[in-house]
T-cell receptor, first 115, second 115 residues
Framework: EAGVAQSPRYKIIEKRQSVAFWCNPI?????LYWYQQILGQGPKLLIQ????????DSQLPKDRFSAERLKGVDSTLKIQPAKLEDSAVYLC?????????????FGPGTRLTVT | AQSVTQLGSHVSVSEGALVLLRCNYS??????LFWYVQYPNQGLQLLLK??????LVKGINGFEAEFKKSETSFHLTKPSAHMSDAAEYFC?????????????FGQGTTLQVKP
């Protein structure tokens, strides 16, 4: 079974530029998550999708971050414009459902450096 | 509100020695608790989880953890460290209802294994 795929793996941009990350979840997984992991910290949930609807985006900085999951499969996370403090690893995860018993499977992440 | 505290951002042990990584949580409801491992440039992998039932939980790679409600702790142990155990370890608590699951992570503990 293929795991969660993410691209690109690494990205370096200058502040005020825009960037987009892509995630392909495990086939059949209805729930998709985007996490931000700043160096030295644990991952923090940015947004959770159930199929193509948003379940929780309470910690997404909506003035600069946006995410979509068209057709309930792949997802993109965009930052526009980027700030220095956005430098982090962006992890995508997916699970079969959204309940407490559904294990989340993580992709390898995209490491973003903003200079 | 749920939160997780991992005591010690870096732990160093000799190969063959006991591994003990500490995790304390706060939760207003019976917690679901997790330990994840992250190898360099990879995503998070689930080591073990506690949901209900037996308080001593066994996971992959010889790790285990014990849920102690009175101490609000969920420490991770392994009797004998191996060089391949060097990685970053995250404790997490699940926040939400039976239909929604949101992981709250600790800040992580880097395990170094010396030959």
């Amino acid at each position: 079974e293929a795991g969660v795929a993410q691209s690109p793996r690494y990205k370096i941009i200058e502040k005020r530029q825009s960037v987009a990350f892509w995630c392909n979840p495990i086939s059949g997984h209805a729930t998709l998550y985007w996490y931000q992991q700043i160096l030295g910290q644990g991952p923090k949930l940015l947004i959770q999708f159930q199929n193509n609807g948003v379940v929780d985006d309470s910690q997404l900085p909506k003035d600069r971050f946006s995410a979509e999951r068209l057709k309930g499969v792949d997802s993109t996370l965009k930052i526009q414009p980027a700030k220095l403090e956005d430098s982090a690893v962006y992890l995508c995860a997916s699970s079969l459902g959204s309940g407490r018993f559904d294990e989340q499977y993580f992709g390898p992440g995209t490491r973003l450096t903003v200079t | 509100a749920q939160s997780v505290t991992q005591l010690g951002s870096h732990v160093s042990v000799s190969e063959g020695a006991l591994v003990l990584l500490r995790c304390n949580y706060s939760s207003s409801v019976p917690p679901y608790l997790f330990w994840y491992v992250q190898y360099p440039n990879q995503g998070l992998q689930l080591l073990l989880k506690y949901t209900t039932g037996a308080t001593l939980v066994k996971g992959i790679n010889g790790f285990e953890a014990e849920f102690k409600k009175s101490e609000t702790s969920f420490h991770l142990t392994k009797p004998s460290a191996h060089m391949s155990d060097a990685a970053e370890y995250f404790c997490a608590v699940l926040y939400g209802s039976s239909n929604t699951g949101k992981l709250i992570f600790g800040q992580g503990t880097t395990l170094q294994v010396k030959p």
